[in-house]
């Protein structure tokens, strides 16, 4: 499996950003967005089940990220509203091809940058 991701850029503080990550090369289980920060360590912001489309979400983002999936195209969308400057990092996606809820596959990071 392949991630390919895409999106990202620079927003004001209170604006949107989305970002796309496209599998192919195989069946993914779940996906998921995680960050990391200058100085900080990577953290998950969303994780989504393939199959239900269940999606869990850090408390830092819950209410402002969607995550949505079309399988049809074996990507996942995150749509992120009301950025705040926090939310400045790299993002990757990662998934689970095996079913194990273990994260194996990464995509190369996004930069988000958020002005204040």
């Known amino acids: 499996v392949q991630l390919q991701a895409s999106g990202g850029g620079l927003a004001q503080a209170g604006g949107s950003l989305r970002l796309s990550c496209a599998a192919s090369?195989?069946?993914?289980?779940?996906m998921g967005w995680f960050r990391q920060a200058p100085g900080k360590e990577r953290e998950s912001v969303v994780l989504i089940n393939w199959s239900t489309g269940s999606a869990y979400y850090a408390d830092s983002v819950e209410g402002r990220f969607t995550i949505s999936r079309d399988s049809a195209k074996n990507t996942a969308y995150l749509n992120m509203d009301n950025l705040k400057p926090e939310d400045t990092a790299i993002y990757y996606c990662?998934?689970?091809?095996?079913?194990?809820?273990?994260?194996?596959?990464w995509g190369k990071g996004t930069l988000v940058t958020v002005s204040s």
């Open positions: 090369g195989g069946t993914i289980y779940g």
């Open positions: 990662a998934a689970d091809p095996e079913g194990t809820a273990a994260f194996d596959v």
